[in-house]
């Protein structure tokens, strides 16, 4: 899986689909928090990836934990490109989040 998607990530169920509100139980509380991580997201991939088309470069950076912890100590204050290091950690978070899931959708399929 090359792009993080699977059919049945979104919920077809009613009942199943309320127990995910995407809109007021993840953005609408992070709002400005969800655009600066959306923020170095594009970034990077200016810095791995110029003049392509915005994409997550998986096998460019591999090291999810150890940059999180790396931008964590300095947590509050901006990295030499001016981005913040809390945005940064909170993308590295979401990579492994989303890695964890699909290996996990992996593991059920076998």
Known sequence: MTNGSKSDTLQTEAAKRKKYPVATGFVDYFKSAIMEVAHVSFHGNEQHNPGEPLHWARDKSMDQADALMRHFLERGTRDS???????????????????????????NQS
């Open 81 to 107: 490109d001016g981005l913040r290091h809390s945005a940064k950690m909170a993308w590295r978070a979401m990579a492994i989040l989303q890695l964890e899931i699909e290996a996990s959708w992996i593991l």
